[in-house]
């Protein structure tokens, strides 16, 4: 309820004693305080009240009522202002953003919108090693490199001859050989080529060694040995010579040894010649193939010739190798029994 106006202020001294009682009639009763003391100014600022008898009492009642009368008119006004303002305005975000949309009055929550991920654009792809340049000797990268090219996982496969491959084996094999065709196997396998990339090459091998075969190519390529070309010698029409002039990793060949009438171990499917460019034969002063001649130098070891890895690979396959011989040398020539 809100307090009428203050009655008027009358001139005499006994009315002075009626405007008091009149003021505190329709003045809530305020907190007992003495007419000597301090009160806040709107400003915030402290002053002294008039003593009763250094001034006019009735001046300070109607002064000290005028006072409590704006507080409990604007005490109400200001309150019910927060209260309206507490319940319209929209509480600030976790980010701090004052803008965010009221929330739902459905009893039911409904759904955070996520925004779709936006896809980074693939990095251009970077160029390696083995992709932009040759590896060096024995296919590794070289000191302090380390490739990064991720290769296809090794395949290998081994099969009997069968009478399409007995056709196309016409050159290397003929009746009168020392093995039936039933004695050897026909291999599919993955090798480290020169450019850096995997490739799947053949071969011709006796039976019996077939898994150790498979086996040592295996850690070949593990190791990214380089070997230029892996195809069987009828490719080139049986000739030996051809194969080793195209680079070309073989296995079986039935044929003498070379400057020999003997059967060569190659007739068996029990010896193989790996990179014969890079691992020439020599015989005197024969070098075969010719193209060989640069790589008589054995050390430093570059690209394609026979490193630890190759001897070791071979070596625990229970194999030899002719770089080991005094004369002839024959530094491209495996066999499962030293000759």
Partial sequence: MTPGPPPPRANT???????????????????????????????????????AT?????????????????LLVTA????????????????PTAGGDLSQPAASTSSTPAARSTPAPTARPAAPPTATRLSGQQPTAAGTAGPGETPTATLPAYNSSIHRIDPVLAHRMR?????????????????????????????SGDMVVHAD???????????????????????LVDDYGGSDAAAMDGDDTSAFNCR???????????????????????????AGGMVQPAAGSAYLTRSPLRKGMVDPVVRAAFSDAGWYWGGNWRSPTDYMHFSANNR
């Fill in 13 to 51: 001294t006994a009315g002075k004693d009626q405007q008091t009682q009149q003021a505190r009639q329709w003045m809530p009763t305020p907190r007992r305080m003495p007419l000597q003391g301090r009160l806040d100014n709107d400003d915030g600022r402290r002053r002294v009240l008039p003593s």
């Fill in 54 to 70: 250094g001034s006019h009492p009735g001046a300070f009642v109607l002064e000290f009522a005028m006072r409590r009368r704006r």
């Fill in 76 to 91: 109400p006004a200001a309150a019910l202002a927060v209260l309206v303002g507490g319940c319209t305005a929209t509480p």
């Fill in 171 to 199: 050159y290397s094999w003929r009746p009168g050989c020392p093995v039936p065709l039933s004695a050897l196997r026909y291999l599919r396998m993955t090798y480290y080529g020169f450019d850096g990339a995997a490739h």
């Fill in 209 to 231: 060694q077939a898994t150790a075969v498979v086996t040592v190519f295996r850690q070949l390529y593990a190791n990214r040995f380089p070997i230029y070309r892996m195809r």
């Fill in 256 to 282: 003498p040894t070379t400057g020999g009438t003997s059967w060569s171990q190659h007739s068996y499917g029990r010896a193989i010649d790996l990179n014969p460019i890079q691992n020439p034969y020599l």
